[in-house]
């Protein structure tokens, strides 16, 4: 594997001011060679300005947050990051990279979750260029290799979980954002490591039943928030009519049998979970009737 190395060459602006000098130099004694018609200086001064002009193509230019990559006939020979006016060896090849933050979101891909339901989900990758080396010379379009292998992982990690829990120990895709985020992030990272990409952040940006089975799946949640709710009321209704006979039995206002809080607790309990209100009935008769 090839590992990135520091080759910052040397500080351009000094190197272009003693070249621009020489250059000066070797115009004069060129120019002075011609008038004095001497044929050895002419081709000294015009030789060393062939020189000059090559060694000029040396100087380079590092943004903020770049890299440039040298290679000498195909060789690597390091990387600089020292923003500003560089200058290297002529016949190296300079490549920049970008070692900017970048983001891109996958497209809206149609997988199935753990539990066999076919689902949308996308996801917004944010990452960066952290090995020039690898990211160059490892494969081929690290760019594509992102893109390629990010999707890759949105697939397994919806294969991974369930789109709804159905319990709160279970961990979801819907329900448990964090830990999802925190688990693609993970495996994008390892599966871009090998590129010299680093993964900033992951999370999913969309997830939704696919169509053909939305309406049914919308129909299953509200069946199991419908149960959820009467079951939280059943508990409290259940904890109420308690309450009221033991209150009852300890200020002696009614003695009652058990067929008397019977009837007290099944109506109390019509009462507290009825989805309608109460209607009053005036009771004409004794109690047993």
């Known amino acids: 594997m090839t590992r990135e190395r520091d080759n910052?060459?040397?500080?351009?602006?000094?190197?272009?001011?003693?070249?621009?000098?020489?250059?000066?130099?070797?115009?004069?004694l060129l120019l002075g060679a011609v008038q004095g018609r001497d044929?050895?200086?002419?081709?000294?001064a015009v030789a060393a300005l062939v020189v000059i002009t090559?060694?000029?193509?040396?100087?380079?230019?590092?943004?903020?947050?770049?890299?440039?990559?040298?290679?000498?006939?195909?060789?690597?020979?390091?990387?600089?990051?020292?923003?500003?006016?560089?200058?290297?060896?002529?016949f190296l090849t300079k490549k920049s990279v970008s070692l900017r933050i970048r983001n891109?979101?996958?497209?809206?891909?149609?997988?199935?979750?753990?539990?066999?339901?076919?689902?949308?989900?996308?996801?917004?990758?944010?990452?960066?260029v952290v090995e020039t080396a690898e990211a160059m010379f490892e494969v081929d379009d690290y760019e594509n290799y992102v893109h390629v292998q990010s999707e890759s992982a949105v697939r397994n990690l919806a294969t991974s979980y369930p789109y709804d829990a159905h319990s709160d120990e279970e961990v979801s895709?819907?329900?448990?954002?964090?830990?999802?985020?925190?688990?693609?992030?993970?495996?994008?990272?390892?599966r871009l490591l090998k590129a010299g990409v680093e993964v900033v952040e992951a999370r999913i940006s969309h997830l939704a039943y696919a169509p053909e089975i939305a309406a049914a799946m919308l129909q299953r949640q509200?069946?199991?928030?419908?149960?959820?709710?009467?079951?939280?009321?059943?508990?409290?209704?259940?904890g109420?009519?308690?309450?009221?006979?033991?209150?009852?039995?300890?200020?002696?206002?009614l003695t009652l049998d058990e067929e008397r809080k019977a009837a007290m607790v099944s109506n109390l309990l019509v009462v507290l979970c009825g989805d309608r209100?109460?209607?009053?009935?005036?009771?004409?008769?004794t109690i047993y009737q």
């Open 8 to 28: 910052h060459g040397v500080p351009g602006l000094p190197m272009l001011l003693v070249l621009l000098a020489v250059m000066a130099l070797g115009i004069w």
């Open 39 to 44: 044929p050895v200086l002419t081709i000294a």
């Open 54 to 90: 090559v060694l000029l193509f040396g100087l380079f230019m590092v943004n903020p947050n770049e890299g440039k990559v040298l290679q000498l006939f195909g060789r690597y020979v390091g990387t600089a990051k020292v923003q500003g006016l560089r200058w290297a060896n002529p």
């Open 104 to 128: 891109f979101e996958s497209s809206r891909l149609k997988v199935n979750d753990l539990e066999g339901n076919p689902i949308e989900i996308a996801a917004v990758v944010v990452w960066k």
């Open 173 to 190: 895709l819907r329900g448990n954002t964090s830990a999802v985020a925190e688990h693609l992030k993970k495996e994008i990272h390892e």
């Open 222 to 238: 509200q069946a199991g928030a419908i149960i959820a709710a009467r079951q939280r009321i059943v508990e409290g209704a259940v």
């Open 240 to 253: 109420m009519v308690e309450m009221a006979i033991d209150l009852l039995s300890q200020k002696s206002l």
């Open 277 to 285: 209100n109460a209607q009053p009935v005036i009771n004409t008769g």
